[in-house]
């Protein structure tokens, strides 16, 4: 199977962190997001919405969601779980991934398309045409970014992981959100936020970061 | 099990819908988020982000969150199966309720929050604090809106459903969407998009549509 990666953006690096944690071997191939490439007729061929990462297997079905792709790698590969193992499980995963997406990936989104120059006119990611960049949403999502972080680590403090006592897919959405915003979206993790910064420095070792 | 509900928000609805379609039963609470009643200390002990719906099981396990609450119900009743039956199947049916989310229910939730007089500082949903209206993002998720029913047109114009030949969750979060820009965000589906119409009459007819 082949996946359409960019190692520029967030998403992308989720499904390669989460392909690296199952061991699970794909052709890579990158599109250059900056020069909008995704946008280019040959990429919309393959995912009309022009957003990575995009998966095509090898009998030619495409997969064109993050969060979808690792559902079928979930399905296909099923260990090591990422996804929970009984009903408690992947509903308390599914919740605390999707807490790691709305309050702090969307945010850091937010702050960077809205306030980086060569995005002027791309507000939106992919094929949404010319979307004026809002600066009052930019400083709302760095806003939102630092509230976010507070917020996870009042729950790190109780847990050695996003979703509890086992690496999920919600780390994988939690780390790669605050790379994101702590580089391309100048909001680096608080000095106070202790707790964050030993899940971060403990996440960030596992080999699948390199990913 | 207990479910805090609002019925004017479209988040509690789709887990409404989604219990109906299974025949699931449950204690149903209202919160009256039009007075701020989910930012009271009462609700925020049970949801501390402030958020509708939430799930608490007999045990007293609380799920935060609209599709963890529903991949809990699909894990203890799997019938009829909303979320898919194989990879291929919950992996595309992940995709679609996606993308019905991030390029539907996200640009009504900004086209509607960002314009309605009461909500002037609570530009976020929940307990982000006073968060101020951005007039240019209520645009912004109205033309967004306006790409989502033409999009979802063509797509459409294939299937029975969001997702294929069956009914799923994707068609529950399309249906609460729509439903919600229609109304509260003002954004109806555009008399050219037949498709879209003869499958809201559609789903709009199952007695679900009315829970």
């Known amino acids: 199977m082949k996946l359409y990666d960019s190692t520029l953006a967030p998403n992308p690096r989720r499904v390669r962190i989460f392909m690296a944690e199952k061991g699970v071997d794909y052709e890579n191939i990158q599109i250059d997001i900056i020069k909008g490439d995704n946008l280019n007729e040959s990429f919309l061929s393959i995912n009309p919405r022009g957003l990575l990462p995009t998966l095509v297997l090898d009998d030619g079905t495409v997969i064109d969601e993050t969060v979808a792709i690792c559902r079928y790698i979930e399905e296909m590969h099923p ?10 499980s992947k509903a308390t995963i599914e919740a605390r991934q999707r807490h790691m997406e709305f309050d702090g990936l969307l945010a850091a989104a937010d702050a960077f398309r809205n306030s980086f120059p060569g995005f002027s006119s791309r507000g ?23 509230r976010f972080y507070a917020s996870l680590d009042a729950a790190l403090s109780n847990s050695a992981f996003v979703a509890g ?30 707790n964050v910064k030993r899940w971060h420095a403990d996440v960030s070792s596992r080999p699948s970061a390199e990913a």
């Open 124 to 146: 939106l990611a992919g094929n949404a045409g010319s979307v004026e960049a809002i600066p009052a949403l930019a400083e709302r999502g760095k806003n939102a970014m630092v």
């Open 79 to 88: 260990e090591p779980a990422l996804l929970g193992t009984d009903a408690i």
């Open 165 to 194: 006592e086992a690496f999920s897919i919600a780390d994988i959405t939690a780390l790669c959100t605050i790379d994101f915003a702590a580089g391309a979206a100048r909001v680096p993790i608080p000095d106070q936020c202790s």
